[in-house]
Protein backbone atom coordinates (compact mmCIF):
# COMPACT_ATOMS: atom_id res chain seq x y z
CA UNK A 1 0.00 0.00 0.00
CA UNK A 2 1.36 3.69 -0.77
CA UNK A 3 -0.36 5.90 1.47
CA UNK A 4 1.77 5.99 4.58
CA UNK A 5 -1.38 7.00 6.77
CA UNK A 6 -2.13 5.63 10.02
CA UNK A 7 -5.87 3.98 9.12
CA UNK A 8 -3.03 2.01 6.74
CA UNK A 9 -2.80 -0.52 9.96
CA UNK A 10 -5.92 -1.25 10.34
CA UNK A 11 -8.32 -3.86 8.65
CA UNK A 12 -11.47 -2.58 6.63
CA UNK A 13 -13.50 -4.47 9.24
CA UNK A 14 -11.85 -2.20 12.15
CA UNK A 15 -12.30 1.27 10.36
CA UNK A 16 -16.22 -0.31 9.16
CA UNK A 17 -17.01 -0.73 12.70
CA UNK A 18 -15.15 2.89 14.22
CA UNK A 19 -17.15 4.91 11.21
CA UNK A 20 -19.86 2.77 13.03
CA UNK A 21 -19.32 4.04 15.90
CA UNK A 22 -19.47 7.64 14.48
CA UNK A 23 -23.02 7.39 12.85
CA UNK A 24 -20.86 7.65 8.85
CA UNK A 25 -21.27 6.20 6.37
CA UNK A 26 -18.33 4.23 4.54
CA UNK A 27 -18.16 0.69 3.82
CA UNK A 28 -18.56 0.34 0.18
CA UNK A 29 -21.38 -2.46 -0.62
CA UNK A 30 -21.00 -5.05 -2.98
CA UNK A 31 -17.44 -4.73 -3.67
CA UNK A 32 -14.69 -7.35 -3.91
CA UNK A 33 -10.75 -7.48 -4.33
CA UNK A 34 -10.35 -9.09 -7.76
CA UNK A 35 -7.84 -11.45 -5.87
CA UNK A 36 -6.98 -12.94 -2.28
CA UNK A 37 -4.01 -10.47 -1.15
CA UNK A 38 -5.04 -7.16 -2.39
CA UNK A 39 -4.83 -4.26 -0.87
CA UNK A 40 -4.57 -0.58 -1.09
CA UNK A 41 -4.56 2.80 1.14
CA UNK A 42 -4.70 6.29 -0.88
CA UNK A 43 -6.22 9.03 -1.82
CA UNK A 44 -9.36 9.05 -3.78
CA UNK A 45 -8.46 10.51 -7.56
CA UNK A 46 -12.52 10.46 -8.98
CA UNK A 47 -14.15 9.70 -11.98
CA UNK A 48 -18.15 9.85 -12.73
CA UNK A 49 -19.95 8.17 -15.77
CA UNK A 50 -23.07 8.30 -17.55
CA UNK A 51 -24.49 6.48 -20.15
CA UNK A 52 -23.20 7.50 -23.58
CA UNK A 53 -25.06 10.24 -25.78
CA UNK A 54 -25.02 10.56 -29.38
CA UNK A 55 -22.81 10.86 -30.56
CA UNK A 56 -21.05 9.19 -27.68
CA UNK A 57 -18.57 10.59 -25.55
CA UNK A 58 -15.07 9.34 -24.52
CA UNK A 59 -14.63 6.99 -21.93
CA UNK A 60 -11.82 9.44 -20.75
CA UNK A 61 -7.87 9.88 -20.81
CA UNK A 62 -7.76 10.97 -16.90
CA UNK A 63 -4.99 8.47 -15.87
CA UNK A 64 -2.15 10.89 -17.12
CA UNK A 65 -3.41 12.90 -14.36
CA UNK A 66 -3.41 10.31 -11.55
CA UNK A 67 -0.20 11.11 -9.28
CA UNK A 68 1.21 7.86 -7.24
CA UNK A 69 -0.26 6.44 -4.22
CA UNK A 70 -3.62 7.79 -5.62
CA UNK A 71 -6.69 5.37 -6.20
CA UNK A 72 -8.86 5.07 -8.96
CA UNK A 73 -12.39 5.73 -8.08
CA UNK A 74 -14.75 5.31 -10.34
CA UNK A 75 -18.58 5.94 -10.24
CA UNK A 76 -20.40 3.57 -13.35
CA UNK A 77 -23.90 3.26 -11.31
CA UNK A 78 -23.29 -0.25 -10.87
CA UNK A 79 -23.88 -1.37 -13.89
CA UNK A 80 -21.93 -4.64 -15.15
CA UNK A 81 -23.12 -4.83 -18.67
CA UNK A 82 -19.84 -3.08 -19.24
CA UNK A 83 -16.70 -2.09 -18.38
CA UNK A 84 -14.36 0.80 -17.81
CA UNK A 85 -11.12 -0.38 -16.68
CA UNK A 86 -8.93 -2.90 -18.80
CA UNK A 87 -5.23 -3.88 -19.77
CA UNK A 88 -3.77 -0.41 -20.73
CA UNK A 89 -5.21 1.29 -17.70
CA UNK A 90 -3.78 -1.37 -15.31
CA UNK A 91 -0.38 -1.97 -17.21
CA UNK A 92 -0.01 2.05 -17.24
CA UNK A 93 -1.36 2.89 -13.33
CA UNK A 94 1.02 -0.17 -12.59
CA UNK A 95 3.63 1.57 -14.20
CA UNK A 96 3.03 4.86 -12.41
CA UNK A 97 2.87 3.09 -8.68
CA UNK A 98 -0.74 4.04 -8.66
CA UNK A 99 -1.97 2.48 -5.66
CA UNK A 100 -5.37 0.42 -7.33
CA UNK A 101 -8.69 1.27 -8.62
CA UNK A 102 -12.19 0.78 -7.08
CA UNK A 103 -15.50 0.73 -9.39
CA UNK A 104 -18.90 0.73 -8.96
CA UNK A 105 -19.44 -1.62 -11.90
CA UNK A 106 -17.04 -4.42 -13.81
CA UNK A 107 -13.27 -4.77 -15.23
CA UNK A 108 -11.66 -6.53 -17.84
CA UNK A 109 -8.75 -8.12 -18.86
CA UNK A 110 -8.20 -9.12 -15.70
CA UNK A 111 -5.15 -11.85 -16.28
CA UNK A 112 -2.73 -8.34 -16.06
CA UNK A 113 -4.29 -7.27 -13.00
CA UNK A 114 -3.49 -10.77 -11.57
CA UNK A 115 -0.29 -11.26 -13.13
CA UNK A 116 1.51 -7.64 -11.40
CA UNK A 117 -0.66 -7.95 -8.37
CA UNK A 118 -2.43 -4.36 -9.01
CA UNK A 119 -5.28 -4.29 -6.91
CA UNK A 120 -8.68 -3.32 -8.30
CA UNK A 121 -11.92 -4.00 -6.52
CA UNK A 122 -15.30 -3.75 -8.19
CA UNK A 123 -18.76 -5.59 -8.81
CA UNK A 124 -16.75 -8.49 -10.96
CA UNK A 125 -15.37 -8.77 -14.14
CA UNK A 126 -16.80 -8.77 -17.44
CA UNK A 127 -15.38 -8.50 -20.95
CA UNK A 128 -17.69 -6.21 -23.06
CA UNK A 129 -16.38 -2.75 -23.35
CA UNK A 130 -17.73 0.67 -22.49
CA UNK A 131 -16.39 2.59 -25.17
CA UNK A 132 -19.56 4.08 -26.81
CA UNK A 133 -21.73 2.78 -23.86
CA UNK A 134 -20.22 5.14 -21.54
CA UNK A 135 -19.00 8.46 -21.10
CA UNK A 136 -16.67 10.08 -18.85
CA UNK A 137 -19.21 12.70 -17.24
CA UNK A 138 -16.85 14.06 -14.33
CA UNK A 139 -13.15 14.02 -12.90
CA UNK A 140 -12.62 15.09 -9.47
CA UNK A 141 -16.03 15.77 -8.39
CA UNK A 142 -18.06 14.11 -5.82
CA UNK A 143 -19.15 10.32 -6.86
CA UNK A 144 -21.30 7.30 -5.44
CA UNK A 145 -19.76 4.13 -4.58
CA UNK A 146 -22.20 1.42 -3.58
CA UNK A 147 -24.20 4.64 -2.00
CA UNK A 148 -21.51 6.04 -0.45
CA UNK A 149 -20.33 9.49 -1.36
CA UNK A 150 -16.47 9.86 -2.17
CA UNK A 151 -15.07 13.07 -2.97
CA UNK A 152 -11.52 13.31 -4.23
CA UNK A 153 -8.71 13.44 -1.85
CA UNK A 154 -10.96 11.08 0.42
CA UNK A 155 -9.21 7.91 1.89
CA UNK A 156 -9.48 4.67 0.60
CA UNK A 157 -8.85 1.54 2.44
CA UNK A 158 -9.16 -1.99 0.63
CA UNK A 159 -8.60 -5.44 1.91
CA UNK A 160 -9.45 -8.83 1.75
CA UNK A 161 -12.76 -8.15 3.22
CA UNK A 162 -13.57 -5.28 0.63
CA UNK A 163 -12.94 -1.34 0.53
CA UNK A 164 -13.97 1.78 3.21
CA UNK A 165 -13.64 5.29 2.27
CA UNK A 166 -13.32 7.62 5.02
CA UNK A 167 -13.87 11.50 4.56
CA UNK A 168 -10.92 13.74 5.10
CA UNK A 169 -12.37 15.60 8.13
CA UNK A 170 -13.19 13.09 10.34
CA UNK A 171 -9.60 11.13 9.78
CA UNK A 172 -8.10 11.59 12.95
CA UNK A 173 -11.20 10.84 15.09
CA UNK A 174 -11.45 7.42 13.01
CA UNK A 175 -7.78 7.36 13.39
CA UNK A 176 -8.37 6.95 17.29
CA UNK A 177 -11.24 4.97 17.55
CA UNK A 178 -9.72 2.07 15.54
CA UNK A 179 -6.49 2.42 17.62
CA UNK A 180 -8.91 1.89 20.64
CA UNK A 181 -11.05 -1.23 19.31
CA UNK A 182 -7.94 -3.14 17.91
CA UNK A 183 -6.69 -2.88 21.36
CA UNK A 184 -9.48 -4.38 22.98
CA UNK A 185 -10.40 -6.95 20.41
CA UNK A 186 -6.27 -7.86 21.06
CA UNK A 187 -7.04 -8.51 24.88
CA UNK A 188 -10.34 -10.51 24.10
CA UNK A 189 -8.40 -12.51 22.18
CA UNK A 190 -5.24 -13.13 24.82
CA UNK A 191 -8.71 -14.36 27.13
CA UNK A 192 -9.84 -16.77 25.16
CA UNK A 193 -6.63 -18.54 23.70
CA UNK A 194 -5.39 -18.59 27.89
CA UNK A 195 -9.21 -20.36 28.57
CA UNK A 196 -11.56 -17.17 29.93
CA UNK A 197 -14.67 -18.18 28.20
CA UNK A 198 -15.64 -16.38 25.50
CA UNK A 199 -18.89 -14.31 26.98
CA UNK A 200 -16.80 -13.14 29.69
CA UNK A 201 -13.75 -11.87 27.83
CA UNK A 202 -16.44 -10.11 25.42
CA UNK A 203 -18.28 -8.71 28.83
CA UNK A 204 -15.30 -7.58 30.33
CA UNK A 205 -13.70 -5.79 27.51
CA UNK A 206 -17.12 -4.38 26.09
CA UNK A 207 -17.44 -6.33 22.90
CA UNK A 208 -20.56 -5.56 22.07
CA UNK A 209 -20.20 -1.51 22.63
CA UNK A 210 -17.51 -1.52 19.86
CA UNK A 211 -19.00 -0.60 17.40
CA UNK A 212 -22.22 0.92 19.05
CA UNK A 213 -22.94 4.59 17.88
CA UNK A 214 -22.21 7.15 21.19
CA UNK A 215 -25.43 7.94 21.31
CA UNK A 216 -27.11 4.56 21.77
CA UNK A 217 -24.48 3.46 24.42
CA UNK A 218 -26.52 3.97 27.59
Known amino acids: MSEQHGLAKHSTATISDALDKL ?7 GLAPLFDGARLCGRAFTVRY ?12 YLDDVEPGQVVVLDNAGRTDATVWGDILTAMAHDRKV ?5 DGVCRDVERALGEGYPIFSRGRFMR ?11 GGSVSIGGVKVRAGDLVVGDADGAVVVAREIEDE ?19 LSGVGIAEARRRHGYHLLQRHEEDVS
Request: proline fraction near 7%; charge should be negative.
Open 129 to 139: TGKDRVEVDEV
Open 23 to 29: GRPGSLH
Open 50 to 61: VPAGSPPGTVGD
Open 174 to 192: VLAICDGIAAREAAILADV
Open 99 to 103: AGTVI
